[in-house]
């Protein structure tokens, strides 16, 4: 058991900074990246620890997947039913309007190609972000990402075409 453990241990660090970012992609909240990160751990170990390792890393990114998943349908929901929510909103618009005041170095640091990439990333819907960064980040099949989110393949490759257009409308912009 102690060896089972240890092995599920060392998959869940080798998976955690990637979970991360995929989840800080999708949520744009630090606190709320980390609790699905850690949702999503406890979850794949209290429910398939005595699985073979070689499962672990499709059913993690599964129960990621919907982690993220529920976390956007939980928001969608929260945004409905509270007014307080609209003028956040607001005050984020606010917030992107100043941030055209930038000085030069600011503005040099938002022109660099990889910001504006990430920016487009986190842009994306977030089946087409999903079904990207499964496949370009964590190298799954088209089978293995329709499998993890639940779609069938020819969404997946429908999602990921899309995201890879937006994206390579900005590498086609950065060479100009």
Known sequence: MDALVITLETFLQSVEKQAFRMAMLAVHKEADALDIVQDSMIK???????????QW?????TILNNC????HRKE????RWFVRDHLDDDQDESLL?????FGPIEQLQNDQLSGQILAVIESL???????FLLRCW???SVQETAEVMS????????HYHRAMQKIQAVLKEGQQ
Do not use: H, M
Request: glycine share 6%.
């Open 97 to 101: 309007e100043q941030e055209d005041d």
């Open 57 to 61: 890393r499709p059913l993690f990114f």
């Open 44 to 54: 794949l170990a209290t429910a398939y620890s005595e699985r073979g390792s070689s």
């Open 125 to 131: 819907p977030i089946k087409q972000q999903q079904c």
């Open 138 to 140: 964590e190298g799954f």
């Open 68 to 71: 993220i998943t529920d976390w």
């Open 151 to 158: 779609i069938n393949t020819g969404s997946v490759k429908t």
């Open 76 to 79: 969608t929901r929260w945004r």
